[in-house]
């Protein structure tokens, strides 16, 4: 019996791929019942969703966020690289 609850116990993989809907609220109730379960004893699973979550927040709130400056030249420089590259530019 033991087998059995442990192959019907959902995967990270499953859970993954479900991610979306479950973070939107859109997947079933019984889905997101096992999907809570699982999260219960898989940290690696319970820190993608938090990202996740957190993320969601962010972006919800519209709080603009600097970057930091030798980041942000460093993006720009290889953003002007690759568009000359797109652009046949030397």
Not at 22 to 30: E, H, L, Q, R, S
Not at 71 to 87: G, M, P, S
Request: glycine share 4%; charged share 25%; proline share 7%.
């Amino acid at each position: 019996m033991a087998q059995n609850q442990q192959h019907d116990t959902m995967k990270c993989e499953e859970l993954l791929t479900l991610l979306n809907e479950y973070v939107d609220g859109t997947v079933d109730p019984a889905i997101c019942a096992e999907f809570e379960q699982h999260m219960t004893g898989c940290n690696p699973c319970q820190v993608v969703v938090d990202n996740i979550r957190q993320t969601i927040s962010l972006y919800r709130a519209g709080q603009p966020w600097e970057l930091p400056p030798d980041f942000r030249a460093r993006l720009h420089a290889a953003l002007r690289e690759r568009w000359r590259q797109r652009q046949g530019q030397p």
